[in-house]
């Protein structure tokens, strides 16, 4: 299966993510617990996407064998239908009626 990347950023490159400091910056303590929140949500999403993208594959390789089962159906020709209809009912007149008609 060919990965496709969905964000633009993995869990990886948000857990080695670097920021710079500055004389009023963040609390180092309160970014880095909210990227562990943010790295969890996206590992989560990945395995959900994975999860789905498979399950959608199962479902294709399923739905192609299902139709390839069934048989093909062919319409028959007009000449071979109505011929065999009047054969049929040629036969069943004949059971019916017997040979008093072709007296």
């Known amino acids: 299966m060919v990965e496709k990347k969905i964000s ?7 857990l080695e993510k670097e920021f710079k400091t ?7 303590d309160e970014v880095d ?4 929140i943010v790295i969890k949500d996206y590992e989560l999403f990945q395995k959900r996407i994975d999860l ?5 594959a199962k479902l ?14 062919v319409a028959p020709t007009v000449g071979n239908t ?5 054969k049929r009912l040629s036969n069943l007149e ?10």
């Not at 633009?8 to 948000?14: A, V």
């Not at 789905?52 to 959608?56: C, F, M, P, Q, V």
């Open 82 to 86: 109505n011929y065999d209809i009047l």
């Open 8 to 14: 633009q950023l993995t869990p990886k490159e948000i």
């Open 33 to 36: 617990k909210f990227l562990d």
């Open 94 to 103: 004949k059971h019916v009626f017997g040979n008093k008609l072709f007296d």
């Open 60 to 73: 294709k390789l399923e739905t192609d064998k299902l139709s390839q089962q069934q048989p093909r159906q």
């Open 22 to 28: 500055s004389l009023k910056g963040y609390n180092q």
């Open 52 to 56: 789905l993208e498979s399950e959608n």
